[in-house]
């Protein structure tokens, strides 16, 4: 049972440090530096890895962040790790496998002054792996994840273009819980809804002329 769910207790748990150390946190947003308390519009998640807030106090939600993020981490290397059986090629076993476990690996130090790098190479190495599970259920039959699947790398794609044209910055708070709430959705369902036989690719119906 443990080993059934253990993405699921992972990323409930990671949710779970994260909350806390949302209460932690003394105040500042990129709206407001003089704000009270963490705003859920306005602040970023990574706002609770930084030592001292936007509004200069000392932060006690760092501590709390930073085993979030290192348990959500290990939830989601060990969903590409999973997920990477399922795959129909060797190729496409060794990506996932690799790639996935790798920059999730990597994404622990986005606690760290190298997060803007750690952001891109990770976020990259994820969406990679998550860009070709999704062509593949797109090749299935399995509609709604279909349209999850599409879902999540047009938010993913938006994100980018907001993050990187620094583009309505205002929105990115808010754009980035969407996302995370898209993508922790699309992973519980591709490892507790799909089997290896919804990766093979479907064959059409032979049909005799006579």
Known sequence: MLKKYAILIGILLSVALFVVAAIKY?????????SIGYDWKNNYVCNLFDGKTVN?????????????IIV??????????????????PGIVRLIKYVGVGAMALAVLVATPLHDVVVTVAGTGAVICIFYISVLLLRSKLLFMKVLSAACLLMFYCCSV???FRYHLELLPVM???WLLFIVTWTLCVEHFTTA???QPVKKAMVDVK
Do not use: E, H
């Open 56 to 68: 200069g106090a000392q932060s006690s939600s760092r501590p709390w962040a930073d085993c979030g």
């Open 162 to 164: 907001i993050y990187y």
């Open 26 to 34: 003394p105040g500042g947003s990129q709206r407001d530096k003089n």
């Open 176 to 178: 980035q819980k969407v």
């Open 197 to 199: 036989t919804d990766y």
């Open 72 to 89: 959500l981490g290990a939830a989601f290397a060990l969903f590409f790790y999973r997920s990477s059986k399922k795959m129909p090629s």
